[in-house]
């Protein structure tokens, strides 16, 4: 390393391979074929290293990491790893920044558990419900003008802010598209995107030509799936043709933002403990994960069977007792009904005043929330073919892409993605739908409205309010009626 770190932009170099130390929980070594000997990192000092993207300063990269939650002592700590490996030719200091971050993927893979296929149909239902971003700052740089020229166009947009900034369930502040009635400013009454209708789709931020495409850093690899949030999913998720992340999204894979790291602890989301000792809570995520996953993909999958998997999960893993009569008597049937409707009160009340547009994702909750409330206590029922493989999908997913970083558990998580299939059997139900050969529209209607709903932590809390709460379920699965 030639030069001071102060105020050159640090790179680590591309040639460089990172790989996990088995005799060395926790340990990385990195080494370059070329350089001289290889330099053992911790966990920790590896997250500061994979940083160096040529494009950020020293104190630049120790700004970024403490604001995404990664424990880096100071700026002096930055630099001097990165004058430890310049020393050992691993990494460099640029004196003017790269055009493009490198980002890399070391020594992981990017794994999905099934083909990447979705075929969009335009309906505009995801860009309601939800907060639209974070927004990047490409996007970000661009919108005052777009926002002009298509006020231009729009009476509704005139005068309006395009973006706010708005406050995660993570403390963290970021970049949102504003909205109105629960929909984004720019979707228009046709359900289309009316940035996408006048400027093209290049023009729209990533995070819409993302959907419904998710990708994650883990400690195993980067993880990319479709998630089960796009209401027309059922029809093209087994069908569409498989295709890579970049003609899903029309994005070369090089413009594709870094993926989000999200660890398997829930204490600390944002780090990830690359070699896990077989002990650390890190492992027995992973395990569980991988445990749930085989449990929704297996073929002899069904609702009865994933509350089976989830007793036994919780019970001891291992165990294979059965629960009783699930939904006889006041056991677990009348309880899971009971939280149900105090649910759909509360989310009922929540779009109270809001315009619900026909056919829109706020009429699709209004009309999850109705059927709640006239909900009595009913067989289980089972899930059709078509169904089951659905559920599969989006539940495994939703394991596989972390996307219950938000909830108090996996366990958790993986009961109430349970409850949304068994809530969407009995809707099918009442319309007559077997879901032998296909998935009805009352049944994935019901499961997205669902998935989406209790995707964030304050609805998540909603339905099961407890962990009080929580344990009673876990008893009346097991109690006899
Ligand atoms: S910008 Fe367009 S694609 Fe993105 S949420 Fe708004 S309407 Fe949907």
């Known amino acids: 390393m030639s030069k001071s770190t102060a105020g050159g932009f640090l790179l680590l170099l591309p040639g460089v391979n990172a790989e996990l130390i088995d005799a060395r929980p926790g340990h990385i070594q990195l080494h370059n074929e070329a350089g001289p000997t290889p330099v053992v990192l911790s966990d920790g000092a590896y997250r500061v290293a994979e940083a160096f993207d040529g494009t950020r300063t ?144 290049a023009a729209k931020p990533l995070v819409c030509r993302l959907f419904p495409l998710d990708t994650v850093q883990t400690e195993t690899g980067i993880r990319v799936g479709v998630v089960g949030r796009c209401y027309e999913l059922h029809r093209s998720f087994e069908t569409a043709p498989a295709s890579t992340p970049s003609e899903l999204t029309g994005i070369p894979m090089e413009q594709f933002p870094a993926a989000e790291p999200r660890g398997a602890d829930l204490r600390s989301r944002s780090r990830l403990l690359l070699n896990a000792g077989p002990g650390s809570i890190y492992a027995s995520t992973q395990r569980l994960e991988q445990h749930l996953v085989e449990v929704l993909q297996d073929e002899g999958f069904g609702l009865r069977a994933g509350l089976e998997a989830f007793y036994a999960t919780m019970r001891n893993p291992g165990l294979s007792d059965e629960p009783e009569d699930l939904m006889a008597g006041t056991g677990f049937g009348a309880r899971v009904v009971e939280l149900l409707q105090g649910f759909a009160v509360a989310m009922r009340a929540e779009l109270e005043g809001q315009t ?95 998935v989406r709903t209790v995707r964030t932590g304050d609805n998540f809390v909603r339905f099961i309010g407890s962990e009080e709460v929580f344990q009673g379920l876990v008893d009346a699965l097991g109690s006899p009626a």
């Not at 970000?140 to 708005?166: F, Q």
């Not at 909205?179 to 995107?193: A, E, F, M, P």
């Not at 659905?390 to 996996?410: C, G, M």
């Open 58 to 201: 020293a104190a630049a990269i120790y700004e970024g990491l403490r604001a995404g939650g990664v424990p880096v002592p100071n700026v002096d700590f930055v630099s001097a790893l990165a004058q430890l490996l310049g020393k050992h030719g691993l990494a460099e200091v640029l004196e003017a920044p790269l055009a493009q971050p490198y980002t890399r993927v070391l020594s992981r893979q990017i794994e999905s558990l099934y083909p990447l296929r979705h075929t969009c149909v335009g309906c505009g239902r995801s860009c309601e419900g939800h907060y639209i971003g974070p927004l990047q700052d490409e996007f970000l740089n661009t919108v005052d003008a777009i926002h002009e020229e298509l006020s231009a166009l729009y009476d509704d947009l005139v005068g309006v802010t395009p973006v706010e900034r708005v406050s995660t369930d993570q403390g963290r502040e970021r970049m949102v598209l504003a909205r109105r009635d629960n929909r984004c400013i720019y979707l228009g009454v046709d359900g289309l995107c009316r940035i996408h209708k006048h400027l093209g789709a």
């Open 356 to 450: 619900i547009l026909e056919g829109s994702h706020n009429a699709r909750v209004v009309e999850l929330c109705d059927f709640l409330s006239a909900l009595e206590v009913r067989p289980l029922g089972e899930l059709g073919e078509a169904e089951r493989r659905y559920v599969s999908f989006v539940l495994s997913n939703e394991v596989f892409l972390r996307q219950w970083v938000n909830q108090p558990s996996l366990p958790t998580a993986f009961l109430v993605g349970l409850c949304g299939a068994m809530v969407a059997r009995w809707r099918a139900e009442d319309a007559g739908e077997s879901g032998e050969t296909s998935v009805s529209e009352p049944f994935a209607y019901s499961m997205v409205a669902w």
